[in-house]
């Protein structure tokens, strides 16, 4: 199955928001509202920060938001802070049962 | 507190076998479904397989479809992944997370596989 693609790079200064999008296909993203985000510290293991495209789970804060448009998902962080420098992945459940993952974003705070 | 612990990991040749565990912990996993996600070192994720919380269905990345096999010990209350005919591009840090809202929650810390001659 072929990856979501996202922007290797990404970055805002503190206070400012970022955007970063995740683009699929009709197979995927475009086709089902199963697209969910995560936040990846070096050496760490996953967070999970948006699922169902616009879900908070518990405990996330409400700086992270999630949409979509067409076969592109998006993830929005507001009110940048230091510790949102992390490596950000998108992914989506896809046809004929499968998940793919994008190849990750590297977000950097100016 | 609900948590997620792989262990199996190791150094194996080509054409070796490996078998992961995932152990629960802060629920029962008979109520849900599982999936492994890896990652090569330096590289992105990758999803590798799912079973469903009833267990009747498996699913499979195409790189590991026919190698790779998902179980779960409800008894243990742990998730397992035999894998099999491992590939020097199977080395990898492989997760177990639990399928949440049809994305994973949460995640385990991960075991490292490494397969090398």
């Known amino acids: 199955q072929s990856a979501l693609t996202q922007p290797p790079s990404a970055s805002g200064s503190p206070g400012q928001s970022v955007t970063i999008s995740c683009t699929g296909t009709?197979?995927?993203?475009?086709?089902?509202?199963?697209v969910s985000w995560y936040q990846q510290y070096p050496g760490k293991a996953p967070k999970f920060i948006i699922y169902e495209v616009t879900k908070r789970p518990s405990g996330v804060p409400d700086r992270f938001s999630g949409s979509k448009s067409g076969n592109t998902a998006s993830l929005t962080v507001s009110g940048l802070q230091a510790d949102d420098e992390a490596d950000y992945y998108c992914?989506?459940?896809?046809?004929?049962?499968?998940?793919?993952f994008g190849g990750g974003t590297k977000l950097t705070v100016l | 507190q609900v948590q997620l612990v792989e262990s199996g990991g190791g150094v194996v040749q080509p054409g070796g076998s490996l078998r992961l565990s995932c152990a629960a912990s802060?629920?029962?996993?008979?109520?849900?479904?599982f999936h492994w996600v890896r990652q090569a070192p330096g590289k992105g994720l990758e999803w590798v397989a799912f079973?469903?919380?009833?267990?009747?269905?498996?699913f499979y990345g195409d790189s590991v479809k026919g190698r790779f096999s998902i179980s779960r010990d409800i008894s243990e209350n742990m998730a397992n992944l035999q894998m099999n005919s491992l590939r020097i591009e199977d080395t990898a840090l492989y997760f177990c997370?639990?399928?949440w809202g049809w994305g994973f929650d949460p995640w385990g810390q991960g075991t490292l596989v490494t397969v090398s001659s």
């Open positions: 009709s197979s995927d993203v475009g086709g089902y509202n199963l």
């Open positions: 802060g629920f029962r996993i008979s109520g849900s479904g």
């Open positions: 079973i469903s919380h009833d267990e009747r269905r498996q």
């Open positions: 997370a639990r399928d």
């Open positions: 992914s989506s459940y896809a046809a004929s049962d499968k998940w793919v």
